[in-house]
């Protein structure tokens, strides 16, 4: 019923930067939010970044003052600013996003990540 489809992703030298995007799309009544996780090889999946509906926002540490989620509401698009990219930040970043279908349900879904890759 939702799709969420992500771009941006790509190779990029330490202290680079990326802009990530992921747009969603079929049955959406509401978006309550939405947010970014990111899995490193041999790694848990871990949050990057969240984007309450209200504006609210929440980072991980390792990120602060580094990356920055906004969201268009027009567009049911969230995206990740990356800036001062370390080699660390390599991972898959998945998408997520809590939204409320037409049918009245609210359900969590994932994006198919993209790759991001920092060189030294």
């Known amino acids: 019923q939702v799709q969420l489809v992500e771009s941006g992703g790509g190779l990029v030298q330490a202290g680079g930067s990326l802009r990530l995007s992921c747009a969603a799309s079929?049955?959406?009544?509401?978006?309550?939010?939405m947010g970014w996780y990111r899995q490193a090889p041999g790694k848990q999946r871990e949050l990057v970044a969240t984007?309450?509906?209200?504006?609210?926002?929440n980072y991980a540490d390792s990120v602060k003052g580094r990356f920055t989620i906004s969201l268009d509401n027009t567009k049911n698009t969230v995206y990740l600013q990356m800036n001062t990219l370390k080699p660390e930040d390599t991972a898959v970043y998945y998408c997520?996003?809590?939204?409320?279908?037409?049918?009245?349900?609210?359900?969590?879904?994932w994006g198919q990540g993209t790759q991001v890759t920092v060189s030294e």
């Open positions: 984007i309450a509906d209200s504006g609210s926002t």
């Open positions: 997520n996003s809590k939204i409320r279908v037409f049918s009245g349900g609210l359900y969590t879904y």
């Open positions: 079929g049955s959406i009544f509401s978006i309550n939010a």
